[in-house]
C-alpha cells in the first residue's frame, strides 16, 4: 500500500480551514474521517498486482552504441481495470546517462480480463550480458488516493556485442583482396603463393619469372604468375592483461583491438583463410577454433562480449605457450597487445623466438592519440612540457618496435580509429608478399 499525493494534498486542504478557524480534534475528525473512507473504497476498488502475470520477449543481442526493444506482456486477470505505472528496472549500464527514468517508467492501462504490451528501449553503454531485474507496479483505483504496490522478476537477458565500426572499411580492403587474387595476381614466389597462370611479358614484368619453356613452345615471350595461397591459418590473440584495461578515447583498449580483430577476421575469412580467437591474461579467457566463414563472425562477438581487461600482468610465457598448442601447424599470429616497454622487454622478448621460429608473428598495438596531440603543443610552458613528455613516450615506442622488429615481427602501430585498416593493409601485404 502506497499513499499518493492526491490524498496528502486533500488531507491537507481540509486540515488547514479546521486548524485556522476551529481548530479541535473534532474538526480534524471530521474532515480526514471521509478521506479515510474513501481511500478504503479506493484500494478496494485497485486491481490487485500480485495476481498479474508477465511475459517477455523480443531482442536477446544487440551492438553496442545501438537499441534493444525488449516487451512486457501484462496480463490482468482480474475483474478490476488496471491503473498502474511499472517501472521495468535494468542495470544502470543499459542506458545513457540521464535517461533511464523516462526509458524505465510506463504507465499502464489494463481492461479486467485482458492484455497490453509496453516497450522498454535499452541503449547499453557496456558490453556484456545486461540482465532484467525486478519489476515494480502500483496500481491505483478510481479515485488516485492510495495504490497497490508489488514486484515480480521476469528474467531477460539482452548480450551487448561489440561495435564493429570498422566494417566500414571493408569494401576498401576486400577491393584490394580480389586484386591479390585472381586479376592481378603475384609475380614473384613465396612461401605462401602458389602457381596461378602464364600470361604474356609485359615490360616492366620481373624478368626472373619468364617461363623460358613455355617462350619456346610460344611466338611471344610468357611469364608466370603466382597468387597467395588459401586456407592458410590466422590466430588472433587478444591480451586481456591490465594493460587492455588503459582508457583511450574513453573507451577500453581492448574495445579498439576486438574492432580491428574483427575486420581481420571478416576479411581472411573472405580471403578463404581459417581465422582462431584467444583471449588470454594468465589463463584463457575465451577461444573460437574451426569455425566457417558463414558462423566466424557471430562465434567471435559472442565470445569478446563477456570479455573485460583483467587488472593483472599478462603472463607472457603462458600466453605463448597457449598460443603454440592453438596453432601446431604454421600460421600467422597476431598478438592484440600494448606496446608499452615493461611488458614487452621483460615478459614477451624472451620467449618471442619460440612463436617466431614457428610462425609468422605481427603485433597490433593501440596508441594514445593524446600523446599524438601532445607532442604538437606549444602554445604555453605546460605545453611544451607536455610536448617533451609525449616525444618521449613516443620515443619509447618506436624504440620498443624497432626490438620487435628486428626479431621478425611486424609491427602495427596505430590509433584506435587507424588501427583496424592498418592492420588489414598489414594482412594484405604478408598475403601479397607470400609470407604467410
Request: charged share 25%.
Amino acid at each position: 500500500m502506497a499513499l499518493t499525493g492526491r490524498a496528502a494534498f486533500l488531507a491537507a486542504l481540509g486540515t488547514l480551514p479546521v486548524g485556522v478557524l476551529a481548530p479541535s480534534w473534532t474538526g480534524i475528525l471530521a474532515v480526514n474521517a471521509p478521506l479515510t473512507l474513501a481511500m478504503m473504497c479506493d484500494y478496494a476498488l485497485a486491481a490487485p498486482v500480485r495476481s498479474l502475470r508477465f511475459t517477455r520477449s523480443g531482442d536477446t543481442s544487440v551492438r553496442l552504441g545501438d537499441t534493444a526493444d525488449v516487451t512486457l506482456t501484462i496480463t490482468n486477470p482480474s475483474t478490476r481495470p488496471l491503473r498502474a505505472h511499472l517501472r521495468d528496472a535494468w542495470p544502470p549500464s543499459s542506458w545513457t546517462t540521464g535517461t533511464e527514468t523516462a526509458a524505465s517508467r510506463h504507465q499502464l492501462k489494463v481492461p479486467a480480463g485482458e492484455r497490453r504490451r509496453i516497450t522498454t528501449r535499452l541503449r547499453p553503454t557496456r558490453r556484456g550480458d545486461r540482465q532484467a531485474e525486478r519489476i515494480t507496479i502500483r496500481s491505483y483505483g478510481p479515485l488516485g488516493l492510495l495504490s497497490r504496490q508489488g514486484s515480480h522478476q521476469v528474467p531477460w537477458t539482452v548480450r551487448v556485442l561489440p561495435p564493429f565500426n570498422s566494417r566500414k572499411h571493408l569494401p576498401s580492403k576486400l577491393a584490394r583482396l580480389r586484386e591479390l587474387d585472381g586479376r592481378t595476381s603475384v609475380l614473384t614466389r613465396g612461401e605462401g603463393t602458389e602457381f596461378d597462370s602464364l600470361r604474356e611479358y609485359v615490360p616492366g614484368d620481373d624478368t626472373r619469372s619468364i617461363d623460358w619453356r613455355a617462350t619456346a613452345r610460344h611466338s611471344t615471350v610468357a611469364v608466370r604468375t603466382w597468387r597467395p595461397e588459401r586456407d592458410r591459418h590466422i590466430l588472433l590473440v587478444l591480451d586481456t592483461g591490465r594493460t587492455s584495461a588503459g582508457r583511450v578515447d574513453d573507451a577500453p583498449r581492448l574495445d579498439a583491438s576486438m574492432d580491428a580483430a574483427l575486420l581481420l577476421a571478416a576479411l581472411a575469412s573472405r580471403a578463404g583463410d581459417r581465422v582462431d580467437l584467444l583471449a588470454f591474461d594468465r589463463s584463457i579467457r575465451a577461444l573460437v577454433q574451426g569455425r566457417g566463414a558463414g558462423e566466424l563472425l557471430p562465434a567471435l562477438v559472442n565470445a569478446m562480449a563477456t570479455l573485460d581487461a583483467e587488472l593483472v600482468e599478462t603472463d607472457a610465457r603462458a600466453l605463448t605457450a597457449a598460443a603454440l598448442r592453438t596453432a601446431p601447424r604454421r600460421s600467422l599470429v597476431i598478438l592484440l597487445t600494448s606496446l608499452d616497454a615493461a611488458p614487452i622487454e621483460e615478459g614477451l622478448l624472451p620467449v618471442l623466438t619460440r612463436l617466431t621460429k614457428r610462425h609468422t608473428v605481427l603485433l597490433a598495438s593501440v596508441a594514445d592519440p593524446e600523446i599524438k596531440r601532445m607532442a604538437t603543443n606549444r602554445g604555453t610552458t605546460d605545453a611544451i612540457y607536455d610536448a617533451a613528455a609525449a616525444a618521449q613516450a613516443q620515443a619509447e615506442r618506436r624504440r620498443t618496435a624497432d626490438q620487435l622488429t628486428r626479431r621478425g615481427v611486424t609491427v602495427v602501430d596505430a590509433t584506435p580509429e587507424d588501427l583496424p585498416p592498418a592492420l588489414a593493409d598489414a594482412y594484405l601485404a604478408l598475403k601479397a608478399a607470400g609470407r604467410l
